[in-house]
Antibody, heavy 122, light 107 residues
Framework: QVQLQESGPGLVKPSETLSLTCTVS??????????WSWIRQPAGNGLEWIGR???????DYNPSLKSRVTISLDTSKNQFSLKVNSVTAADTAVYFC??????????????WGQGTLVSVSS | EIVLAQSPGTLSLSPGERATLSCRTSQSVSSSFLAWYQQKPGQAPRLLIYGASIRATGIPDRFSGSGSGTDFTLTISRLEPEDFVVYYCQQYASSFTFGPGTKVDIK
């Protein structure tokens, strides 16, 4: 059973870079059957898809965040990572990593990591 | 971008009652590219339904999904105490967007 776990700093200063890692266990991140995504949820609000990466390294990003976001992966560690540049208070949220099956008809997210809260504050 | 609207915002019901949650998309979602999730406080969303009507592995049969085009419904046939949480719909026909959620609380 695949499990995902987010890790990274819980506090980031405004204008700096938010960096998070998702560690995958119980399965290989190199499988060509899956995409690996990041999703965030501001407190008391809904969910926003940030972007995803395929094992080849190709990425897709939410257009609203594309200019500030980079997703990468490290198959040797079975991890993928998120960087968000020039953060503001609006980037304060719980950040989740999640898996998606490859295929246009398979865009749901399952499973998810437990999530990690990142606050942007000086 | 396909925008999703969920109604009602809050649904107040009693255990054992039937819950009907609505999700409306701003554009037609072809081939029923719609999923439903349940989120308990402090936890990640859990996949309930995909393809508009297919229950995910391990999901009880009191949960069912229906709809097509722009109108979709999640039905919980008989509410159990653990069902009083928040539900989100998500479309995957064009990129990926979520609805704002419906909270089911105890009347």
């Amino acid at each position: 059973q695949v499990q995902l776990q987010e890790s990274g700093p819980g506090l980031v200063k405004p204008s700096e870079t938010l960096s998070l890692t998702c560690t995958v266990s119980g399965g290989s991140i190199g499988s060509s059957s899956y995409y690996w995504s990041w999703i965030r949820q501001p407190a008391g609000n809904g969910l926003e898809w940030i972007g995803r990466i395929f094992p080849s390294g190709s990425t897709d990003y939410n257009p609203s965040l594309k200019s500030r976001v980079t997703i990468s992966l490290d198959t040797s560690k079975n991890q993928f990572s998120l960087k968000v540049n020039s953060v503001t208070a609006a980037d304060t949220a719980v950040y989740f990593c999640a898996r998606q099956r490859v295929g246009a008809t398979r865009g749901w997210f399952d499973p998810w990591g437990q999530g990690t809260l990142v606050s942007v504050s000086s | 971008e396909i925008v999703l609207a969920q109604s009602p915002g809050t649904l107040s019901l009693s255990p054992g009652e039937r819950a009907t949650l609505s999700c409306r998309t701003s554009q037609s979602v072809s081939s029923s590219f719609l999923a439903w999730y349940q989120q308990k406080p402090g936890q990640a969303p859990r996949l309930l339904i995909y393809g508009a009507s297919i229950r995910a592995t391990g999901i009880p049969d009191r949960f069912s999904g229906s709809g097509s085009g722009t109108d979709f419904t999640l039905t919980i046939s008989r509410l159990e105490p653990e069902d009083f949480v928040v539900y989100y719909c998500q479309q995957y026909a064009s990129s990926f967007t979520f609805g704002p959620g419906t909270k089911v609380d105890i009347k």
